[in-house]
């Protein structure tokens, strides 16, 4: 069975990729890293928490970097509130948990995980790259001891969701996942090409709140929430992108997804700073470390999607 991390701004999409790993019976949960983004880590890590114990598996969470690898601060965005509510989970309410964040550093937890699962282990970062980034700084070697690394960034052959070239989570540290990108850790970039052909509507969510569980309850009212913003920022979609749980779905099924073979880079400097891009001083190396889905089974995907998290918020 696969060892899974999640490392999690955790708003409501990462909430939803924290129900679709715990549904997923491929595949071990280990941990939890938080990092910022949707909001801050420390609500982030509470978030983690308070969610896996709502769906009836404590799984440890570890506290990350707080800001991105060339700041020391980091404030979130009033576009990240409207979307995912001031608490990052869609304003819904569920009560804190009795358990606290480990001791060990999220980057410590990695390095940790890595030398004990090796190519069992896959790590599943869905929010800025600063922590991996942080610790192959650290532990270089991990790149070669990982199982893969399936990311949720990025943007490839469309335009991107903060500028028409970079996409939110790569936005937040491009130096970082610049890093991670040239590393030759092995790696599959699950971008806005095909999250946004992954949509959630609110006759998906009637379903879990038909239930009448308290899990079922919750996620209804969060993605609701959710859905409601989309309206109003991307009002043509009809729904919300499942950008998360789509990392998460290939990191358990990578036939969800076609790729493309190509080493990434991102660019550091100038108009362009974000940018998700082939590496053309690597065009030509025959060994290429990352692949870039381009492509999704829609519809394959969705019925996972909602068969793993509705029995799982049925369960509990």
Known sequence: M???????DTGVDDALA??????????????????????????????????????????????????SSTTDSFKVLEISEFIHGKNGIGDAEIPDSSRSVETQSAVDFIIDAVKTYGKDLVYVPTGPLTNL??????????????????????????????????????????????YVFRSGIPATMIGLDVTLQTLLTYKHTQTWRDLNTPAGTFLADMTDYYIKAYETTSPHLGGCGLHDPLAVGVAVDPTLVTTLDINMQV????????????????????????????????????DEFMGRITRLAKEV
Request: proline share 4%; charged share 20%.
């Open 2 to 8: 696969k060892k899974m991390i999640l490392d999690l």
């Open 18 to 67: 924290i129900s679709y790993a715990l549904g997923s019976p491929e595949v071990e949960l280990i941990g939890i890293t938080g990092t910022y983004g949707n909001v801050l880590v420390e609500q982030g890590v509470r978030n983690a928490l308070a969610i896996t114990d709502l769906l009836g598996t404590p799984v440890p969470v570890y506290k990350g970097l707080s800001h």
């Open 133 to 178: 980034a942080a610790a192959l700084k650290k532990a270089p070697e991990i790149k070669d001891e990982i199982g893969q690394v399936v990311l949720m960034g990025g943007a490839l052959t469309v335009q991107g969701n903060v500028s028409a070239w970079s996409e939110a989570n790569i936005s937040q540290d491009p130096d970082a996942a610049d």
């Open 267 to 302: 660019d550091t400097e100038g108009a362009t700073r974000g940018r998700t891009i082939g590496d053309n001083t690597r065009l030509n190396d025959p060994v290429k470390t990352m692949k870039v889905a381009v492509g999704v089974d829609v519809d394959r995907f969705l």
